[in-house]
């Protein structure tokens, strides 16, 4: 498939993208999703995803609404996929999280990212993508176990 370029249209696409990313609840959603929810199955995701009283139900319908959104531009033709890819890794992060479990969970709800798993498999440039950021979120998720693992290393020897 032929790059083509980007038109200013796609560059205020993006630009507008990045604005909303910066809203104060939307980035405090975003930080939870990227550095604190880390679930190993499909159960531990349904726990939260699931539960509209749980308190950080709503971050994830945030995010994951967000990235699919941006995802269906591409898809539509509204933004350059190529410009998208070049400016926007967090979306595919949000996909390789789910890594793990990911086949269970679209047997589970064949809707689930399904703008994001499409981009991916519609257009090389946002597989390559894909793929280099799974690979540092299977390199967090293994710091992560290790971390979990080896017994709290204190500064100090504790007192007797």
Same mark, same amino acid.
């Given at each position: 498939?032929?790059?083509?370029?980007?038109?200013?249209?796609?560059a205020d696409i993006i630009l507008k993208l990045y604005d909303l990313r910066r809203e104060p609840l939307m980035r405090e959603a975003r930080a939870w999703l990227q550095g604190e929810f880390w679930p190993a199955s499909v159960e531990e995701y349904l726990t939260v995803a699931t539960n509209p009283?749980?308190?950080?139900?709503?971050?994830?319908?945030?995010?994951?609404?967000?990235?699919?959104?941006?995802?269906?531009?591409?898809?539509?033709?509204?933004?350059?996929?190529?410009?998208?890819?070049?400016?926007?890794?967090?979306?595919?992060?949000?996909?390789?999280?789910?890594?793990?479990?990911?086949?269970?969970?679209?047997?589970?709800?064949?809707?689930?990212?399904?703008?994001?798993?499409?981009?991916?498999?519609?257009?090389?440039?946002?597989?390559? &993508?894909?793929?280099?950021?799974? &690979?540092?979120?299977?390199?967090?998720?293994?710091?992560?176990?290790?971390?979990?693992?080896?017994?709290?290393?204190?500064?100090?020897?504790?007192?007797?």
């Amino acid at each position: 498939m032929e790059s083509v370029l980007a038109s200013p249209a796609d560059a205020d696409i993006i630009l507008k993208l990045y604005d909303l990313r910066r809203e104060p609840l939307m980035r405090e959603a975003r930080a939870w999703l990227q550095g604190e929810f880390w679930p190993a199955s499909v159960e531990e995701y349904l726990t939260v995803a699931t539960n509209p009283s749980h308190p950080k139900n709503p971050f994830i319908r945030q995010v994951h609404t967000y990235w699919e959104m941006a995802a269906a531009f591409v898809l539509h033709g509204a933004v350059s996929v190529d410009l998208f890819c070049d400016c926007n890794a967090e979306g595919f992060f949000v996909l390789a999280k789910y890594a793990p479990f990911l086949d269970a969970m679209v047997q589970r709800n064949p809707q689930f990212l399904v703008k994001t798993r499409e981009l991916i498999h519609r257009f090389p440039v946002a597989a390559a &993508k894909y793929e280099g950021v799974l &690979k540092s979120v299977e390199n967090m998720r293994a710091a992560r176990q290790a971390r979990s693992d080896s017994p709290v290393q204190y500064a100090y020897p504790a007192k007797s």
